[in-house]
């Protein structure tokens, strides 16, 4: 029976490339998916496309290819990709370039436009399409003049267009993460649009493979300390046959580890209902998933089932909500924490004499509180050094600028034993997100082929 | 009744969507499956995290799994997106519900 192996090469826009390098060469694949995209990253990419028209999506994607795209030519792997972010046309002109450079002929690069609603927003709205918030009801008008970004989710069909016409290297924009890892098999295995058990297979192994090293012994809580080799981490591969079984596994001769409870721990990963994961392809049921060991790094999947599309597909509009700052100031023994709270009161009152307006203050202690809050509860010995962090959000810009210059003096100015630490707080734009519906055929897709001859 | 802490028979992951965190939780051992089902309840978790969790809290189970899945709602501070928390995306909610006292009839570990 025909199998497919599809790599997972990349956990979000700024991981590594190693582990995609090593499974190209080691890991006997016939596809290797990258998902970049996390749900702010279209935002800070249109943000760098606005200041330079040639950047606003994953230049890291361009590395990576100029590492693997050889091999890959040579072994037929398709490398698939929402690299594209905010700036589809620009990847593929950077991956033609690298194509001329590596002297690699017969390229054939597809791409999907179209998911860049920002244009078109007026005549959604024209045509009755609300687009309001679909967590608060709220009235699009009420952020109009603040929108930075407006992308559509969309699912693995214009993928297949684009294999199907040739494509050995395929880079969209906002195609959900899953769907990179989907479109191959529906492709391969020639599933249908309304074989809804088969593409919710294709859909969750996308789902174990879209965060790179955490399905393969990264970030595992069961026992972090057994797993090979954390500085080689292999990313896991799945082995799916064409009825949608599947195997996760991972390259030989790398660190990593691939057992139940990794698998586990990846499944359930940013799901809600996990018998309602929605996506533009499937409605996929996992609530009666199983999965068995299988051999050495093996781990089969099965229980998996698919329900009928939504719909409407989501639409993520990110808009300019304000201003954030933080700054951060260590002390050290004796009395570390009593030293960092002093600091603290000494920062709030000179922050309320220069009348500062915030939306809300927050003051942590690393070392003591700052990632479980209150229920760290009181630290079981006196610390050998904490951090003081005070963070701001404010409506305006100005407001959150007036603690950048109260931190490095309490070096001088506040309790004894402290450093400067992590420069000089910087006020950086809030992006916030409005999660909201559009009907299905108000999106025109359009896949394309550029061939490099 | 011994006393444990919830990271002595359980494994856990959190993960976020806006506001929205969730967190999957896994008997170490699948006989604790029940154990877990009867003692951490929707309604301990929204206690377990009051002051951080501002919204309601939604368990499924998973029994094929031997675990359950949380959702909580209004949890990050706003979201990755708008959050002032040092931890905006919530990668941290998974070991703050591991922190949780349970209580065994017998040690199975």
């Not at chain 2, 896994?26 to 009867?38: I, T």
Request: aromatic residues 6%; charged residues 25%; glycine residues 10%.
């Amino acid at each position: 029976m025909k199998t497919i192996r599809i790599g997972g090469g990349q956990g979000f826009w700024g991981d590594i490339n190693d582990a995609a390098i090593h499974m190209v060469k080691k890991g006997d694949l016939q596809y290797l998916a990258c998902d970049y995209l996390a749900e702010l990253t279209l935002s800070i990419m249109q943000r760098q496309r606005q200041r330079n028209p040639e950047k606003g999506f994953a230049q890291d994607f361009i590395a990576m290819l100029r590492e693997i795209l050889p091999v890959c030519m040579e072994k037929n792997i398709k490398v698939l990709s929402n690299a594209g972010g905010m700036n589809v046309a620009g990847a593929v002109d950077e991956a033609r370039k690298l194509a001329d450079t590596l002297n690699i002929k017969k390229l054939k690069i597809g791409y999907i436009l179209g998911d860049d609603l920002l244009d078109k927003l007026a005549d959604l709205q024209a045509q009755g399409i609300t687009m309001k918030n679909l967590d608060d009801g709220r009235d699009l008008s009420e952020i109009r003049d603040k929108i930075v970004n407006a992308n559509v989710y969309f699912g693995h069909e214009p993928i297949v267009d684009c294999l199907d016409m040739g494509a050995n290297v395929v880079i969209t924009g906002r195609a959900t993460d899953s769907s990179l890892f989907l479109a191959p098999l529906a492709y391969e295995f020639g599933w249908k649009p309304q074989e809804w058990d088969k593409l919710a297979r294709g859909i969750i192994v996308g789902h174990l493979l879209e965060c790179g090293g955490q399905g393969s012994g990264g970030n595992f809580d069961y026992d972090w300390r057994s797993v090979p080799a954390l500085d080689d981490l292999g990313y896991p591969i799945a082995e799916v046959g064409e009825n949608g079984g599947i195997v996760v596994t991972k390259a030989p001769d790398c660190g990593g580890l691939v057992s139940e409870q990794t698998c586990k721990e990846q499944l359930l990963y940013e799901i809600h209902d996990p018998a309602n994961y929605i996506t533009p392809d499937v409605v996929a049921d996992i609530s009666q998933a199983r999965l068995t060991g299988a051999g050495k790094d093996r781990v089969r999947l099965d229980g998996v089932c698919g329900k009928p599309r939504p719909d409407m597909l989501k639409l993520c509009i990110g808009y300019l909500a304000g201003y954030k700052i933080e700054g951060y100031l260590p002390f050290a023994w004796p009395d570390a924490l009593d030293k960092a709270q002093c600091a603290a009161d000494i920062i709030l009152k000179r922050l309320a004499r220069k009348g500062l307006k915030a939306e809300e203050v927050r003051v942590d202690f690393l070392g003591v509180n700052a990632l479980h809050g209150p229920l760290a509860g009181e630290p079981a010995c006196k610390p050998n050094e904490v951090v003081l962090r005070i963070a701001l959000r404010t409506r305006d810009k100005k407001e959150a600028a007036k603690l950048a210059p109260e931190i490095a003096p309490l070096q001088l100015n506040g309790p004894p034993g402290s450093c400067f630490f992590g420069g000089r707080p910087k006020v950086s734009e809030m992006i916030a997100l409005w999660p909201t519906l559009v009907p299905r055929d108000a999106v025109k897709l359009t896949p394309s082929v550029l061939e490099v001859k | 009744m011994a006393k444990y802490l919830l990271k002595d028979v359980a494994h856990a992951r959190s993960g976020d969507k806006g506001n929205i965190s969730n967190i999957c939780l896994y008997a170490r051992d699948p006989k604790d499956y029940e154990l877990l089902r009867r003692q951490v309840t929707a309604e301990r978790v929204k206690e377990h995290f009051r002051g951080v969790v501002l919204g309601e809290v939604t368990r499924y189970e998973l029994p094929t799994l031997g675990g359950f899945n949380f959702v909580l709602k209004e949890a990050l501070g706003g979201g990755a997106t708008q959050s002032i928390r040092l931890d905006t995306l919530g990668k941290t909610m998974a070991s703050a519900l591991l922190r949780m006292k349970i209580e065994k009839e017998e040690a199975s570990r």
